[in-house]
C-alpha cells in the first residue's frame, strides 16, 4: 500500500522562476492539502483540493496555485519566485475533506537562488 | 482564528522514561486534534487523533488528552526509546475548517 509520494525530492530554481510539485496520494485517498514548512517551524497551510477543485486557502498569494487530476494526484504550482519561496513543500491526503486524518509525504525541499 | 503553540521547544530524556510533551490551543471551537512525529528529512508522520468529544485516547506506547476547559492538549510516550527522537508536532482544527493550524513543534530527544 503506497503511502503519499512527492516529486521532486530536491530543486533549485532562481527568482522570478516558475516550479511544479507533483504528489500521488495515498491509495483510497481522494483529498490532497498542500503546506509550505519553513525550517524550524511547523506547516502552514497552502489549499486543498477535492474533487478537482480547489476547496479552501491558506493566507498565500496567487502566485501559489494547483491542480487535481481525475486520479486524485495533484500539482502544486509557484510562479515568479522569490527567495522567501523556499521552503520544504509537503503533500498530505486525506479521505474527505475537512477535519479527517491527514497522511504527509516527504516533501519537495525548494530553493531558490 | 486558531492558534496552537507549544510549551517547550526541546525535551530531553533518558531512554526507558515516559515524556510528556505539551500543546496549547487559543480557540474554543477546535474540536479535532493530530499530533504529528517529523524526522529529519521526512514529512509527518500521523500518530494520534482525537476529537473534542473525548478526554484521552490512547494508542500503543502514545496516550493523547484534552483539557477543553483550560485548552490543553499533551501527547505522553510511554517508556521512550531513540527511535523517538524527532519533532513533535500538534495541529488543531475549528469545526468544519478544512484549515489546519500547526504549533511550531518540540523537539524531542532521547539518549541511550
Known amino acids: 500500500d503506497a503511502g503519499v509520494t512527492q516529486s521532486p525530492t530536491h530543486l533549485i530554481k532562481t527568482r522570478g522562476q516558475q516550479v511544479t510539485l507533483r504528489c500521488s496520494p495515498k491509495?483510497?485517498?481522494?483529498?490532497v492539502s498542500w503546506y509550505q514548512q519553513a525550517l524550524g517551524q511547523g506547516p502552514q497551510f497552502i489549499f486543498q483540493y477535492y474533487e478537482e477543485e480547489e476547496r479552501q486557502r491558506g493566507n498565500f498569494p496567487d502566485r501559489f496555485s494547483g491542480h487535481q487530476f481525475p486520479n486524485y494526484s495533484s500539482e502544486l504550482n509557484v510562479n515568479a519566485l522569490l527567495l522567501g519561496d523556499s521552503a520544504l513543500y509537503l503533500c498530505a491526503s486525506s479521505l474527505g475533506q475537512g477535519d479527517q486524518p491527514q497522511h504527509f509525504g516527504d516533501g519537495t525541499r525548494l530553493s531558490i537562488l | 482564528g486558531e492558534s496552537v503553540g507549544l510549551h517547550l521547544p526541546t525535551l530531553s530524556v533518558q531512554e526507558g522514561d515516559n515524556s510528556i510533551i505539551n500543546c496549547a490551543y487559543s480557540n474554543s471551537a477546535s474540536d479535532y486534534f493530530i499530533w504529528y512525529k517529523q524526522e529529519s528529512g521526512k514529512g509527518p508522520q500521523f500518530i494520534i487523533d482525537i476529537r473534542s468529544n473525548m478526554d484521552k485516547r490512547q494508542g500503543q506506547r502514545v496516550t493523547v488528552l484534552l483539557n477543553k476547559t483550560v485548552k490543553h492538549l499533551s501527547l505522553q510516550i510511554a517508556a521512550t526509546q531513540p527511535g523517538d527522537s524527532a519533532v513533535y508536532f500538534c495541529a488543531g482544527w475549528e469545526g468544519g475548517s478544512y484549515i489546519p493550524t500547526f504549533g511550531r513543534g518540540t523537539s524531542l530527544i532521547v539518549h541511550p
Open positions: 491509495s483510497g485517498h481522494d483529498t
